[in-house]
């Protein structure tokens, strides 16, 4: 059985009688809060995924204790999340991971209601996949769900080593997930991969997986200055990753930019970058040659904004979601700051699927598979 399959045959909508049960509920809502410390409703997206699980299992009456965690620093608070999503769902929070308060809150869930327990990162144990601060709520309940596909590469302990201790499912964003991203690597069609951004260390692996079954990879973004480099083009003072590309450069399935947009918002041939330029979009040549690819493929994956859009260097970016929405290409993209532009752009609407996942759905593509589902799979088999 393929991953897929066996994502499926796993899902919470396998189980029957929900009526009454305990279900801890793995939701992935870590989203970054906007100046005034409230959730931004632009930056709402993954906390909207996560709706369609909790509220499966309150249609089925089920008690549903919410855990998530937001942020890598141990002191930051879910409080701004819940107050989000108390709009939507009558929502309980327990703003302390208090023993008493925790049973006397869960003993005493009404059938089909939801609490949200606070930041599972404030625990060390998390990170460790160790499950001794969980112990005392998985005491208490009866299934466990994971539908935080994005933090399931991680091997924490709320997606990893809780799976030993409950009967434990997948959500219904999780199968969608890993349905949409498999399909998008079907070795069978014509696919493409276009990828930018910066991190090139986090896409390497990516790009060589996909290299000997795409037809193309376009490669934008500061990801390019890595390859004009290599090339021998001069890319002056712009960014570039440190990764050794040196057994790829040569490919003839890797696409480069022609032209670039400048510091001044110039645009310029790759040719002309003097030493004190740098290249912070792909430019309008670029544009059409990476335009007239997509609209041939069948399959487009996207990781990686085609410019530096924080700074308003976006057309590049804005040019492939539209060429994207006009092809009839299948298209997937991820990525934290891929979906920044997106939803900052309003392109939503260009693609098929958007992954919530930025590293995991990286790492699902290179491996098939993330640590959080084989060790869902392993221990409830
Ligand atoms: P993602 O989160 O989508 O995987 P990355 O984290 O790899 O993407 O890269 C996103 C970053 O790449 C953004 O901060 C963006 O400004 C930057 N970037 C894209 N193109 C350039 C460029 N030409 N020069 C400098 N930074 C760039
Ligand atoms: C993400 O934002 O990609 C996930 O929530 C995982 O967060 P992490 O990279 O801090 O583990
Ligand atoms: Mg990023």
Known sequence: MNIVEQVKNRSIATVDDLKGKKVIVRIDVNTSLGENGTVDPGEDW???????????????????ILISHIGRDPEESLKPVYEYMKEHFTLGFIPHWDAQVLEHTIENMQHGSVVML???????????????????????????????????????????????????????????EVTHVAKALDPSKKSVLLLGGAKFGTKIDLLEKLLPQIEYA?????LANVFLDARGIDVGASFKDDVDISHMVENPKIVLPIDAVDQHGDIISVDEVRKEDMILDIGHATEKVFE????????????????????????????????????????????????TVILEEDLVDDFDFISTGGGAMLDFMVDGTLPAIDALLKNNS
């Open 46 to 64: 993954r906390i909207l995924k996560s709706y369609r699980t909790i509220e499966y299992l309150l249609e089925r009456e089920a008690c549903v």
């Open 292 to 339: 007239k690819i997509i609209d041939q493929a069948e399959i487009v994956v996207w990781n990686g904004p085609m410019g530096k859009y924080e700074d308003g260097y976006v057309s590049g970016s804005v040019a492939m979601a539209d060429a994207l929405s006009k092809s009839k290409a299948f298209s997937v993209t991820g990525g934290g700051d891929t979906a």
């Open 218 to 222: 376009l490669v934008g973004g500061a």
């Open 118 to 176: 606070e930041n599972v990162r404030q625990f060390d144990e998390e990170k460790n996949n160790n499950l001794d601060y969980l112990n005392n709520v998985i005491a208490m309940a009866d299934y466990y769900v994971n539908d935080a596909f994005s933090v399931s590469h991680r091997n924490h302990a709320s997606v990893s080593a809780i799976t030993e201790m409950l009967p434990s499912y997948f959500g219904l964003q999780f199968a969608d």
